[in-house]
């Protein structure tokens, strides 16, 4: 089997990228959302929920309420969550995880790459996404 052939895409200068908001890129068909998160690691995700379809870089990323004992209200992982706009589904940035509903998918994520103070997205030469990542019904 031969590995397909990946291109670089720009998205920006390292420096211009703010930890907790999505820079989007389209290019094609592709839909992606660049973001670096608190620990300075730069994640690429695909502007698609797995859920319904909305355009998840337009959630908030934050932390979340993980469960805990009675009486007990715990905020963790500030910056490490990111919250799906249309049904509040929220997804581990880190893993692309769903967190509390164990829904079957995931996030999908890009690998980036930093070179000379500027990010790259790598994709498959000629890749597309296969579904529209701008549904406007939730």
Not at 31 to 42: F, M, P
Not at 47 to 57: D, E, F, L, S, V
Not at 108 to 123: P, Q, S, T
């Amino acid at each position: 089997m031969a590995i397909p052939e990946r291109e670089e895409i720009l998205v920006g200068d390292a420096a211009e990228l703010v930890e907790g908001k999505f820079k989007i890129i389209k290019q094609g068909t592709l839909n992606i959302g660049v973001t670096r998160l608190r620990d300075g690691t730069i994640r690429a995700v695909r502007n698609r929920c797995p859920h319904k379809g909305a355009a998840i870089c337009k959630g908030i990323i934050g932390g979340t309420w993980p469960p805990s004992a009675p009486g007990d209200l715990a905020y963790d992982r500030e910056g490490e969550i990111l919250v799906c706009p249309w049904h509040g589904f929220e997804y581990d940035l880190k893993t692309g995880d769903e967190l509390y509903r164990k829904v079957p998918t995931r996030l999908r994520f890009y690998e980036v790459i930093e070179r000379e103070r500027k990010i790259y997205l790598l994709v498959a030469r000629g890749a597309a996404d296969t579904q529209d990542s701008d549904a406007s019904a939730a």
